[in-house]
């Protein structure tokens, strides 16, 4: 019987195809565990519906950066041209609004991608130097190349390290580990 | 385009020629394309290439430096002709760079398996074209070090740029583009460099891969917020790059000089981009998989779907030609009559000759199988096609601008060796970007490559 530490982070374990990890995701989440994370070298097809993932939050951030893009790259330009320094062009309306449509449109797309780009960041908490699981040897050299593993977390209300490393190798995983954070 | 053969996606092509060689795993792609980057050593050839590269770097700095100290009349530009090379060469490399985003965005919205092993490095390629691209309007203005005065900022003058010429829109839309595809290519890189910081055997080589895959590790959460942002950028840079070239195009046609002023330069531009940037994909490809044993991933099909992919925008092109030919002549404009002529007879038509050569007849070719799956055929076509639509952008700045209305204004221009030094230099730079490329960064992206794997391991089932 292994002791839970006060800083484990939780139990690890490994699968060698994404249907396994699929599989094991549904599992995880059948026998009532929430926080559990999975981990795969490439997006897995069907892994965040296991998961019961919802919605992310990434296209509101971005179509309210596009907003913000092209409104203020808008009235910036007819603020310019209207108030702070109106010229007049034989006689032309000062409001030349469709003269001004591709900056408007390029800062559009301009504010719309950054805010996907930083937003998907920061959501995702990156960048971040430091995580526990890159203690364990096996995840550091495989995570990222040919290897899906599961991680049932210390903070789940459920967790017991025992109870979980049982409940992944029941699941038929590999060289289920205890991660530690120190 | 109607070619006699089964649709692409038939069984039957997919089994002569697929995206993938069969057998590949998800081990065997990540180290065969990490291992281009983290230890094979440097080779002879390799060293060579960017020795030579960097060479041409030197020149481009001399020929920059020099420009800085003398200013633009080191160029054959004059009045009436203040548009020479500069202006050639910037919209030469920015359709260049189209391609790269092409592939990327569009054919990732259309869900083109195909794009998978060549899309990192055609962005790459973007990346660079637009850098090169930047350089020339920026030396044009023969003051740099004032460039800022395009960009809005609260001066002390109070002045603001003229939103409302195309020349500003140029400004937003280069430095826009060159953004998005900077991102672009980031956020696709940040899980490779994961990859990479945890195959990298030594401290610097993990710290510095380590920092820019920003402790990447592939978690589910992340994966689904990535892919959102991926679609979501490849949904924003596919307007983006057609809004581009269509304001570059703004510089030429809202001018009122003849030759420029036609509404279908947008799309012809846009079209011109594309079959450029094609061009040069391939002439980067073939050489690339060659050097580094790729072609389990970089297959026939890749080559071939790009050939036709040429053909079909080298047909729009022609489309463009003939339309621009006609249109000036049933308008009934006499200068525009008159600049048709002067394209057919002028000073300057061996130039429009080799250009319908270059872009219209010689493509024809691509017709042919035999041709389009000749590695080098496609490599001559590939750089003839790029030399065509050099020769269009020349043919359009130089002959409008030597023979505008006036007789009294007509003017000749000719390059000096300033004006070949500085593009041979961009040429020089941009091969050099590849050469590093492709030494520190994967040229083909694993996760995708990962993502193919576990697709055609499934349809074999």
């Given at each position: 019987m292994i002791e839970h530490r006060s800083h484990t982070y939780g139990v690890l374990g490994e699968f060698v195809t994404e249907h396994e990890l699929i599989h094991a995701a549904e599992k995880a989440r059948e026998a009532g565990y929430r926080r559990y994370e999975a981990y795969a070298p490439f997006p897995v097809e069907g892994l965040s519906e296991a998961m019961g993932?919802?919605?992310?939050k990434v296209p509101l951030i971005t179509l309210i950066g596009g907003l913000c893009g092209g409104l203020g790259g808008f009235f910036f330009q007819y603020w310019c041209n209207v108030y702070s320094y109106p010229l007049n062009i034989a006689g032309r309306p000062l409001n030349s609004w469709p003269a001004w449509i591709p900056v408007t449109f390029e800062l559009t797309v301009l504010g719309a991608s950054l805010s996907a780009v930083f937003g998907m960041l920061a959501l995702n908490g990156l960048?971040?130097?430091?995580?526990?699981?890159?203690?364990v040897e096996r995840f550091s050299k495989h995570a990222t190349s040919d290897r899906f593993f599961l991680c049932i977390e210390a903070r789940d209300k459920k967790f017991d390290l025992a109870d979980a490393s049982r409940f992944l190798q029941g699941l038929n995983a590999q060289h289920v580990t205890e991660v530690v954070d120190d | 385009m109607s070619v006699s053969e089964p649709p692409l996606d038939s069984p039957e092509i997919r089994r002569l020629s697929p995206v993938l060689a069969p057998g590949h795993t998800y081990a065997t792609v990540t180290d065969k394309i990490a291992a281009i980057v983290l230890t094979r050593r440097v080779s002879l050839g390799w060293l060579a290439g960017f020795g030579i590269a960097f060479t041409m770097v030197m020149v481009l700095n001399l020929a920059v430096g020099w420009l800085i100290i003398?200013?633009?009349?080191?160029?054959?530009?004059?009045?009436?002709?203040?548009?020479?090379f500069a202006i050639v060469n910037f919209v030469w490399w920015i359709g260049i760079g189209h391609a790269g985003t092409l592939i990327s965005a569009i054919l990732f919205l259309l869900n083109q398996k195909w794009r998978t092993s060549i899309n990192r490095f055609a962005e790459a390629m973007t990346l660079f074209a637009v850098a090169c691209a930047g350089l020339f309007p920026l030396i044009h203005t023969g003051r740099?070090?004032?460039?800022?005065?395009m960009f809005p900022y609260p001066s002390t003058m109070g002045l603001w740029p003229q939103f409302r010429s195309p020349l500003i829109w140029d400004v937003f839309a280069v430095s826009t583009y060159g953004t998005v595809s900077a991102m672009f290519w980031f956020v696709g890189l940040i899980p490779d460099l994961a990859t990479l910081r945890d195959h990298a055997i030594g401290k610097p080589k993990q710290i510095i891969y380590g920092m820019l895959a920003m402790g990447w590790r592939g978690s589910a959460r992340h994966w689904h917020r990535y892919q959102s942002a991926y679609l979501l950028l490849a949904g924003l840079a596919t307007p983006l790059v057609l809004s581009v070239h269509t304001v570059v195009s703004f510089d030429f046609s809202v001018a009122i000089v003849p030759g420029w002023h036609t509404t279908i330069f947008p799309p012809y531009f846009v079209a011109g981009a594309i079959y450029s940037g094609f061009a040069m994909v391939l002439t980067i490809a073939i050489p690339l998989r060659a050097a580094y044993d790729l072609e389990d991933f970089i297959t026939m099909r890749h080559l071939e779907n790009m050939a036709m992919v040429m053909l079909a925008t080298g047909l729009i092109v022609a489309y463009g030609y003939f339309f621009e030919f006609f249109l000036s002549l049933y308008s009934g404009n006499k200068f525009d009559v008159f600049l048709v002529q002067q394209r057919l007879h002028g000073p300057y038509n061996h130039f429009y000759f080799a250009l319908i050569l270059c872009n219209i007849l010689t493509p024809q070719l691509l017709w042919f199988q035999k041709i389009r799956t000749n590695v080098a055929m496609l490599f001559i076509m590939s750089l003839i096609i790029n030399l065509g639509m050099w020769l269009e952008r020349f043919v359009i700045v130089v002959i409008s601008l030597t023979r505008d209305f006036m007789p009294s204004a007509w003017g000749r221009y000719s390059a000096t060796f300033w004006d070949y030094a500085t593009f041979a230099g961009t040429l020089g730079l941009f091969t050099m970007l590849l050469f590093l490329f492709v030494r520190v960064l994967p040229a083909i992206s694993i996760a995708e490559m990962r993502e193919l794997v576990a697709e055609t391991t499934e349809e074999h089932k």
């Open positions: 993932l919802k919605r992310n960048p971040q130097p430091h995580h526990p699981l890159f203690n | 003398k200013g633009v009349g080191i160029w054959g530009i004059n009045i009436p002709i203040g548009w020479g740099p070090w004032m460039a800022y005065y």
